[in-house]
């Protein structure tokens, strides 16, 4: 353009021309178009009209063709920051979809650790009410021994083994059921405790239960009477049966071995024996005559078990056996 206003015609054309060969790249498109307007201009000088409308035809058609790329650049760039400005709301709304997440898992975390603690807790009182209960029901049965039993040999004490006693005589009565007591006393006792300390007749007593708990069955009650008394009840067993048993009884008492005491003595036992009469309405009356039975036994030199008989007590109610 600049030959062609200085009116160096040729000039311009040459260059428009070299242009104008130029491939139709969009790079290229302004150049072209200028260069198209140029020989149009050249053409027009010289009066070649025809040719100048052409050129200029064809510059119009860059022109258009530069303002439809402009436009296709434009639609682009439009769409590019309608996808950057789409994307950038969803990247926000991700973010926030992210913090409502993190702030549910908070809250469900929190809710969980809650229901941990109050299950700990719970589990905590149950286990701590259940031990005090174990404790207060262990505590329960040791008093009950306790009232029950006699702390040096541990078997029931007089009041609790009469009461048993009592009710299984009453069974027994009612039932027409044999029922026996055998009364046993350690014998010369206080020269065992005289000759080898109270400690060792301690040990002489509980040896002695030990030795008959072993022998006893299931339904007899032995039950120390007081000091180095002992009584043996014995539901549905007569009187044959229940001697022979205080026989064994006082073999196996005098076969004791003492050694372990620290002392060398002989135990023996002296035993009386008594059974229900169809008359006897409580168990008094037979540990009496069971009494009676071991007096004799005494009074016969002791280490022996001796049968109630008529013979005791002539004016006692008839013996049925
Ligand atoms: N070590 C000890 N001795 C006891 C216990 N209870 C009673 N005794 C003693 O037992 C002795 C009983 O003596 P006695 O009643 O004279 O009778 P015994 O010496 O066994 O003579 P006999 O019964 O006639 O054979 C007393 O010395 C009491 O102190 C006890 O729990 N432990």
Not at 90 to 113: A, P, R, V, W
Not at 313 to 319: G, K, L, M, N, Y
Request: net charge neutral; charged share 25%; proline share 3%.
């Amino acid at each position: 353009m600049t030959y062609f206003y200085l009116d160096r015609f040729q000039q311009a054309e040459f260059f428009a021309e070299k242009v104008n060969e130029l491939p139709l790249a969009p790079n290229n498109l302004l150049v072209k178009k200028r260069a198209n307007e140029a020989l149009s201009l050249v053409a027009g000088k010289r009066g070649q009209f025809d040719k100048a409308y052409q050129y200029q035809v064809v510059a119009n058609a860059l022109s258009l063709q530069i303002l439809n790329e402009q436009k296709v650049k434009e639609n682009a760039y439009q769409m590019a920051r309608f996808d950057s400005v789409e994307k950038n709301r969803e990247n926000t709304s991700l973010i926030q979809d992210h913090e409502l997440l993190m702030q549910q898992k908070d809250l469900f975390m929190k809710e969980k650790s809650s229901s941990i603690m109050f299950s700990t807790l719970l589990v905590g009182v149950s286990v701590g009410l259940l031990l005090l209960l174990i404790s207060a029901w262990m505590q329960r049965n040791q008093f009950m021994k306790q009232a029950q039993c006699d702390g040096l040999t541990g078997i029931f004490n007089r009041r609790t083994g009469q009461e048993l006693a009592e009710n299984e005589f009453i069974e027994a009565q009612t039932a027409r059921e044999p029922f026996c007591v055998l009364l046993m006393d350690l014998d010369l006792f206080k020269n065992i405790n005289d000759q080898f300390g109270h400690a060792t007749g301690d040990w002489a007593l509980k040896k002695f239960t030990a030795v008959i708990a072993a022998l006893l069955r299931p339904n007899d009650i032995f039950t120390r009477m007081g000091g180095e008394e002992f009584a043996i009840f014995m539901p549905k067993i007569d009187k044959l049966s229940a001697m022979e048993f205080a026989e064994r009884i006082r073999i196996e008492v005098s076969q004791i071995n003492t050694r372990y005491s620290g002392h060398e003595f002989t135990i023996t036992v002296s035993g009386g024996v008594s059974y229900a009469n169809k008359d006897d309405l409580s168990l008094d009356p037979l540990i009496q005559r069971a009494d009676l039975a071991l007096y004799r036994a005494k009074h016969n030199g002791r280490n022996c078990v001796v049968c109630y008989d008529n013979s005791f007590a002539p004016h006692t109610p008839s013996d049925p056996a």
